[in-house]
């Protein structure tokens, strides 16, 4: 009898998750087909070895290491026929850049691939991305994969290193898609576009309250003129987008801060509160007590905020 008996090969994947809200790492070593289903946040997978056949709404690929999948909301997919695939899917919350709007508009292909379709209402014939890395900048990937992957396993996802990692990777992997698709996928602000983008965040990170028709002089045009052409590019109307990132702002807040809810739609310019919590709901499907409870949960939460929760759970 050998000293040593041969172990039939175990089928089965291996999942291992790190970190809480606002970001999160999964790591998968896939033996099996695996379904991802569509979820409502944004996922960006990177494949570190082996390979696999992707299979999506839009069709059927052959992926490998260095391959790169970014999902927004609403897609499903799924991994067919691994081989040795490992894989890392990082999901994160875009209310936590909200503060840094001015930062990503000014690198085009970080907005064009992440956020221009999570932020307005971009038409685009697809929301689900594959390319593929070059050896350095997988490296690089790999180099961030590996220090956010730490900064959650010991708890620090609020951590500034955790958001500057994976911005960090966002724009090596943005920078990459633009080189890959020859920038075809690049979507161009107009100048007055961006003027009045960066004029509506001053006026929301003062938390005042001002008319639209205020940024004219800074435009160069009507807001009739303008609004018509910002529908056409954003697929929204600027007083749409300019109420929605009032909403983002005050979500970053919650996420980010221990702020009662009050102050928080007070300091993102909303004077009436049950407007601002209507807004929030219809928004994000979730009120900003429960937002708060479910993305920053170790946030002590105000009486409101309990009370709050607690007719949210009654009512089912």
């Known amino acids: 009898m050998p000293l040593f008996a041969r172990k039939d090969r175990v089928r089965d994947n291996r999942i291992d998750n790190a970190g809480r809200w606002p970001v999160q790492i999964t790591r998968f ?34 992926l490998r290491r260095g391959s ?4 927004h909301p609403g897609n499903r997919h799924a991994v067919k026929q691994p081989e040795g695939a490992r894989i890392a899917r990082v999901r994160f919350l875009p209310e936590w850049f909200a503060n840094d709007l001015e930062q990503i508009v ?17 038409p685009s014939e697809s929301t689900l991305f594959t390319f593929t890395l070059s050896e350095d900048r997988m490296a690089a990937v790999e180099s961030d994969l590996y220090i956010l992957w730490t900064e959650l396993n010991e ?64 435009i160069g045009m009507t807001l009739d003129h303008f609004g018509k052409i910002f529908k056409k590019v954003a697929g929204i109307t600027p007083a749409a987008y300019f109420q929605q990132r009032r909403l983002h702002r005050g979500a970053w807040r919650l996420l980010t801060t221990d702020e009662r809810i009050r102050e928080v739609a007070k300091k993102t310019g909303f004077t009436d509160f049950d407007q601002f919590s209507k807004l929030f709901q219809k928004q994000f499907e979730l009120s900003p007590g429960v937002y708060r409870q479910k993305f920053r949960p170790e946030l002590k939460l105000e009486e409101e905020e309990q009370e709050e929760v607690q007719e949210k759970a009654a009512a089912g």
């Open 106 to 122: 000014k690198a085009p292909d970080l907005f064009s691939l992440i956020f221009a379709h999570l932020w307005l209402d971009y």
């Open 68 to 71: 790169v999948v970014v999902n």
């Open 155 to 218: 708890g620090r996802q609020m951590s500034a290193l955790a958001k500057i990692t994976l911005f960090k990777l966002l724009l090596h992997i943005s920078d990459e898609f633009a080189i890959f698709w020859r920038q075809q996928n690049r979507i161009e602000l107009r100048p007055e576009i961006l003027t009045a983008l960066l004029w509506m965040e001053d006026a929301i990170s003062r938390g005042t309250t001002i008319q639209l028709k205020d940024m004219e002089p800074e």
């Open 29 to 62: 070593e896939l033996l099996e087909d695996y379904e991802h289903p569509a979820r409502e946040y944004p996922e960006i997978f990177v494949v570190e070895d082996g390979g696999f056949l992707h299979e999506s709404d839009s069709g059927t690929q052959a």
